[in-house]
């Protein structure tokens, strides 16, 4: 992606005269979209929100927008408001001060934006438009409002752009939606919701859905083609339109969705008919040889087995099926140490670093790293990949770098603890792990968000010296504690409830020796019944109890427990449950069943 990115997002949802309607989408639309261009791990975009502002207000931040830009820059700026026509076809903006016969004065022209994309220094302008258009004139005037469009790619495109200079235009609708007669305005019942057009953006780059050729990235074509068919899909009344001046491709955001995509070579034809084959023993041996090209050295004919793989296990039967199933299991992504534990580090030292090897054949080693968190950074190795953390800030990291193969994904969690620089003493790199690495800025580069995990083939690195191990990470104990408390506490409850029941049983047969001259009440408190099955009931309701504080505070404050301590945590409660619950039930019953019958024995 470009060296810098700029982002100015317009949104006017009240408005000071009375003929406009009042917009409810412009104000969600616009902390939504502000959020998925922000994101850095999407948009990495630097984002300003203009909201509700006069005419003047935004003239004055759309030229500054465009002023002083340099051409690896690339804008993008973003209307969400009224779209008005004058009588003689002249598109405006509606400001929060507009007043509707007074455009001229009271409006921000779309020449005046054309304007400005025209003379700015960067590269490349983008504009999205997600406007409800209206025509404003007097009664008895029916030019505008008879046409039913709008128009507004003319407004934009009618001028030749600067020599060099790229631009593009997508525009949520183009057709009139409502007019002001008198002042007064008037709605189309089929008018659509101005936020079907942002919310589809927002989607689309949010999901990675947009990125519909599946190359990890999400272009400005792809964007279109995505948002068109969700807008016309929820409201066939509306149609985008676009109009572009660009060279090359013009790269909007980063994709989280997808995996990668490579182009198949298909397996022989002989190969394809005996998978077809009636016999059993045919197919078989076609899987058989199947898997032999899945661990190929050469990519493309080891995705063209997996496809056919894939095929086999859903429609073949099942004994062949789970040969299928078993043989696309060898190429999961399987990174080896998939928990990263960078210890203490110093603010301000140079990036520490840890490898990931990845197993298996080649196409499960080649995937797409994608880190979550700014302070990540991935780097390919022959074998793998380097993990470095970035120092810049205090505090516990925890984040995560999920890998993106052809068939699967993975997770790798890291967790990094930055504390203040004391000195020249201070926690820094080990010797030798410095060599070679920057310290990974938060810009828009490509390689620091996506990294390409390349196939066998690719030259190691040079070996260095071992790293010293990072001092392990001080974690609490207290989730693990309450978690084995609550644990005895089930199993107390358990033992109190057999021992209730062990004299209540010896207390009935004895009141059945008695005859008519005994009660049950007698028998109980000689046998001592009641008082286990009261610490039954109350061990047990603890034991829940404190099962649950575990369970909360190792899910609040997962940043201070390792994985196997939160692990822990879960299964020791999750047992504590399974033994609680019945036995409360238990003696439950027993309580009630004891008071009911009772006053008949």
Not at 292 to 297: A, C, G, P, Q, V
């Amino acid at each position: 992606m470009t060296d810098s990115r700029h982002a100015l997002i317009i949104a006017n949802d009240r408005y000071t005269d009375q003929g406009l309607k009042k917009l409810r989408a412009p104000a969600q639309d616009a902390a939504a979209l502000e959020k998925v261009l922000h994101d850095p791990q999407i948009g990495d975009f630097e984002v300003e929100v203009v909201h509700n502002a006069s005419a003047d207000v935004m003239r004055r931040r759309i030229q500054r927008f465009f002023n002083d830009r340099r051409r690896a820059d690339t804008l993008l700026l973003h209307f969400s408001c009224h779209g008005l026509k004058s009588e003689s076809g002249e598109l405006y903006f509606a400001a929060s001060d507009t007043e509707p016969p007074l455009l001229a004065a009271t409006a921000v022209p779309s020449q005046f934006v054309r304007s400005c994309m025209s003379v700015t220094r960067a590269g490349r302008s983008v504009l999205f438009l997600d406007c409800c258009y209206g025509g404003a004139f007097s009664r008895g005037s029916s030019s505008v409002r008879a046409s039913g469009d709008v128009n507004v790619l003319e407004s934009f495109a009618k001028d030749e752009p600067v020599s060099g200079r790229g631009w593009a235009v997508i525009t949520a609708s183009d057709s009139m939606e409502y007019a002001f007669e008198d002042n007064h305005l008037t709605e189309d019942s089929s008018a659509p919701r101005p936020s079907v057009f942002t919310h589809a953006v927002v989607e689309g780059l949010e999901t990675g859905e947009a990125d519909l050729d599946a190359d990890g990235k999400v272009s400005l074509d792809d964007l279109y083609e995505y948002v068109y068919r969700q807008v016309r899909e929820q409201n066939p009344h509306q149609t985008p339109k676009k109009a572009a001046e660009l060279h090359g491709e013009l790269h909007l955001a980063h994709s989280r969705r997808g995996r990668i995509k490579i182009a198949a070579v298909p397996s022989p034809p002989s190969l394809q008919t005996a998978l077809n084959s009636e016999e059993f023993l045919t197919r078989q041996g076609a899987v058989l040889e199947l898997q032999k090209r899945l661990e190929h050295t050469e990519l493309p004919v080891a995705e063209g087995a997996r496809q056919h793989l894939e095929e086999v296990a859903r429609n073949d039967i099942q004994q062949i099926a789970v040969m299928a199933s078993d043989a696309l299991g060898k190429i999961r992504l399987a990174p080896s140490p998939d928990h990263l534990d960078f210890g203490l580090m110093a603010k301000g030292s140079a990036p520490r670093k840890q490898s990931v090897t990845m197993h298996g054949p080649a196409l499960a080693r080649h995937c797409v790293a994608q880190p979550r968190q700014s302070w990540l950074r991935v780097d390919p190795t022959g074998s793998g990949l380097e993990v470095h953390v970035d120092t810049a800030t205090e505090g516990r990291l925890s984040g995560d770098i999920v890998l993106k193969g052809v068939a699967d994904e993975s997770v790798i969690h890291v967790e990094a603890e930055v504390v203040p620089a004391q000195g020249s003493g201070d926690t820094g790199p080990e010797p030798g792990t410095s060599d070679g690495l920057t310290e990974p800025s938060h810009g828009g580069g490509d390689e620091q968000h996506t990294v390409v995990i390349g196939p066998p083939g690719t030259p190691p690195r040079p070996k260095k010296p071992p790293e010293t191990t990072a001092p392990a990470r001080r974690t609490d104990r207290r989730a693990p504690a309450l978690a084995g408390a609550a644990l005895a506490l089930a199993v107390a409850s358990i033992g109190t409830l057999v021992l209730a029941m062990q004299r209540a049983v010896t207390a009935i047969v004895e009141r059945g020796e008695e005859g008519v001259h005994g009660t049950i009440e007698d028998n109980v408190r000689e046998y001592g019944a009641l008082t286990p099955l009261i610490v039954c009931l109350v061990t047990g309701a603890v034991a829940l109890v404190v099962g649950a504080v575990a369970r909360h505070d190792a899910a609040t404050h997962r940043e201070h427990y390792t994985r196997q301590a939160a692990s822990s945590t879960h299964t020791l409660t999750s047992i504590a449950k399974g033994l609680a619950i019945p036995a409360l039930v238990l003696a439950v019953l027993a309580g009630i069943a004891y008071l009911v019958g009772s006053p008949y024995w």
